[in-house]
């Protein structure tokens, strides 16, 4: 019999997994969010009636902008550019050059310079999108702004084309991906010391202008810059913030993040500033903070990123253009197909470029890359293994020595404040009891926690049966809970506790391909935009669901411990150092620092525990050391930034009996 009841609960706790979707459940809570301070938003740009409003809005909104990202790197030193080679074109030539946007740090490029003209030129700097080729993907740009008279300069953003920051040169590829993967993984540790990896991108196109403007075959006072996909958000950030760029295409990047959010939602780390949304900002800030410059959004009908929230941010911008009588320096340039397919509009493109920086009328015919090899700049076709220079990850690491608290902050508040936990003792939240069955000397109740207005946190409680007062277990399971209420270390504990098992928020994470990155990257830079971690929302249901467990009369107030294993444990530590009703703290097979995640040269599933800023404040060990005595936190099985066990580390066997007073 008590097997049939057994299985009862593990099917009824199955059936209520199913019905519902964690992660969208969390999607639809960050979007109410953001939409929250989208609202805030357009009352604020209602109230922007005259250019001085615009203009005042500009300087707050760009100084906001640079807050977020933490600044912009201050090095200005020498380029230190170097020649490797150049190739004949037709009408153009090629300089193949590579430039350091910071110390060691280096940036590769193909320069496309008109033959048929005379100097100085006008410039533009094309940033590609998440092309694996990077700068060879944009000869048919480079060669028609050659064509027309206007040097243009392709440059591979980091982690794409010959700067992939983590080469195998066995297996000629990224360990972790290139493009996005790249971006992730050096967005995550690097946020941890409170930067935007966005900061690195737009110094790579400040740097880029730098070299320009150094040619004498340039006129600086004409350079423009153009991007598609992650290219236009490049090219969207330096042009708003580096009035050097005097006219700017982005394409396939501005939409509207009421839009965004709603369909294929946030895209790529760099493309997600942490607060952005908290900041009460959206796409449309980049091109109104480019005004009164000429300013091309291109789009096409069928892109990820939504059309209809281009026409948003375009009716919206034209506006603002509007208040600086420049209404004509804006334009929607539009074309048909998926992302990224600009080739039916491309005379268009060079068109805007031809008629703003250089006048007249553009000459445009499609060309294609036959010999791809000739454009690689280095001799072995990555910095990495000709130059040896530095990486995003490595200049983070420098950075941490001067960035990380000396002195740590753990206090409760400071604690809230970082993670973003929100949530204080008080009133229950309401249960829903799905199922209730007995087992022997205790009770099963399968039943959702209302936590906070349209989220239910899943959960499954054994109480013992015996009368008076008992310590409880707040069990963080983010795998399943119907094998958690079915395994001997419930049932032991089951029979003389009070066993909260309960489902954090966003979780169980669906099954995905094996990445470095982990599960959670797109929803927690979601949190982030937003305002919130990952860590903080689960916080705030560990603190409700303690509410909860206070308000019982079987519920020993004085004797209560939170269970983490994994991601979950560090949700543990900062919701014990949040909350001092928190007695015990065990934590297994967790990172044991997040300074680990800077230090080493890999990291594992970070996105799901990371904090922006959080080292400028303290690290795990801190929030140890805060909530110990008189409470106490066990630690076990701690393991590295990439998920190996620590040598030293207190040791637990999975038959071992879960470690609870």
Not at 161 to 166: D, F, K, N, P, Y
Not at 418 to 438: H, L, N, S, Y
Not at 589 to 606: G, M, T
Not at 621 to 643: H, K
């Amino acid at each position: 019999m008590a097997k049939l009841s057994c299985l009862t609960v593990i099917f009824a706790a199955a059936c209520l997994s199913q019905t519902k979707d964690p992660r969208k459940d969390v999607e639809r809570y960050i979007n109410a969010i953001a939409g929250q301070h989208l609202a805030a938003r357009e009352q604020a740009i209602a109230a922007v009636r005259d250019r001085a409003d615009a203009e005042r809005r500009q300087t707050a909104v760009r100084a906001e902008i640079l807050k977020l990202l933490n600044g912009l790197p201050e090095h200005r030193g020498p380029l230190s550019v170097r020649s490797f080679g150049t190739v004949p074109g037709d009408g153009f030539r090629i300089d193949k050059i590579t430039f350091e946007s910071l110390p060691n740090f280096f940036v590769t490029a193909d320069v496309y310079v008109p033959t048929g003209a005379p100097a100085p030129f006008p410039a533009v700097l094309i940033t590609p999108g998440h092309e694996p080729t990077a700068k060879s993907a944009q000869y048919n740009w480079a060669v028609n702004l050659a064509r027309n008279g206007i040097l243009a300069m392709a440059v591979d953003p980091v982690g794409q084309g010959e700067r992939l920051q983590h080469y195998d040169a066995e297996l000629e590829e990224s360990k972790i991906g290139q493009g996005t993967g790249e971006h992730g993984h050096a967005a995550f540790s690097t946020l941890l010391i409170g930067d935007a990896v966005a900061r690195y991108f737009i110094n790579d196109g400040v740097r880029a202008l730098d070299y320009l403007t150094t040619r004498r075959d340039v006129d600086a006072a004409r350079i423009g810059a153009f991007g598609c996909s992650g290219g236009g958000t490049a090219t969207a950030y330096l042009a708003a913030l580096d009035p050097r760029v005097k006219a700017a295409a982005t394409a396939c990047y501005i939409t509207s993040y009421d839009q965004l959010l709603h369909t294929i939602g946030n895209q790529e780390a760099e493309q997600s500033i942490p607060g952005f949304l908290a900041a009460d900002l959206d796409f449309a800030d980049w091109v109104e903070l480019a005004a009164p410059k000429p300013y091309a959004i291109v789009s096409t009908t069928a892109d990820m990123f939504p059309y209809a929230g281009a026409k948003q941010s375009f009716e919206e911008a034209k506006r603002f253009y509007t208040l600086f009588n420049a209404a004509d320096k804006i334009e929607w340039i539009t074309g048909p197909g998926g992302h990224g397919n600009l080739l039916p509009i491309g005379a268009e493109i060079i068109g805007f470029f031809v008629k703003n920086l250089k006048g007249g009328a553009a000459d445009y015919k499609e060309v294609r890359l036959t010999h791809s090899e000739e454009l690689q700049v280095t001799p072995t076709g990555q910095l990495s293994t000709s130059l040896h220079g530095e990486t995003i990850e490595s200049i983070s690491r420098a950075r941490a020595a001067s960035v990380i608290a000396k002195k740590p902050d753990t206090s409760p508040a400071t604690v809230r404040a970082v993670a973003g936990i929100t949530a204080e003792p008080g009133p229950a939240p309401r249960a829903m009891v799905q199922k209730t069955d007995q087992r022997g000397p205790y009770r099963v109740d399968t039943l959702a926690l209302q936590m906070e207005p349209e989220v239910e946190a899943p959960a499954i409680l054994g109480a013992a049966s015996q009368a008076g007062r008992k310590p409880a277990l707040l069990w963080l399971d983010d795998r399943s809970m119907e094998k958690t209420a079915a395994s001997p270390d419930f049932e032991r504990l089951a029979a003389t506790h009070v066993v909260l098992v309960l489902q954090p928020r966003g979780t169980p994470a669906p099954s995905a391909p094996a990445s470095l990155l982990g599960p959670f990257n797109l929803l927690s830079l979601r949190a982030m935009l937003a305002g919130k971690t990952l860590v903080g929302l689960r916080a705030d249901d560990v603190i409700r669901a303690v509410n909860w467990l206070t308000a019982r009369s079987d519920v020993d107030p004085s004797s209560i411990t939170v269970y983490g294993d994994g991601a979950e444990g560090v949700v543990a530590l900062h919701a014990a150092a949040a909350d001092r009703r928190i007695r015990h703290v065990v934590v297994e097979n967790a990172p044991a620092s997040y300074k680990q995640a800077v230090e080493a040269p890999l990291h594992r599933n970070l996105a799901e525990i990371a904090i922006p800023g959080v080292l400028k404040h303290y690290d795990l060990p801190d929030l140890v050391n805060a909530i110990q005595s008189p409470r106490t936190v066990d630690i076990w099985n701690a393991v590295d930034a990439v998920g190996k066990p620590l040598p030293g580390s207190k040791q637990r066997s999975p038959r071992d009996p879960l470690p609870v007073q």
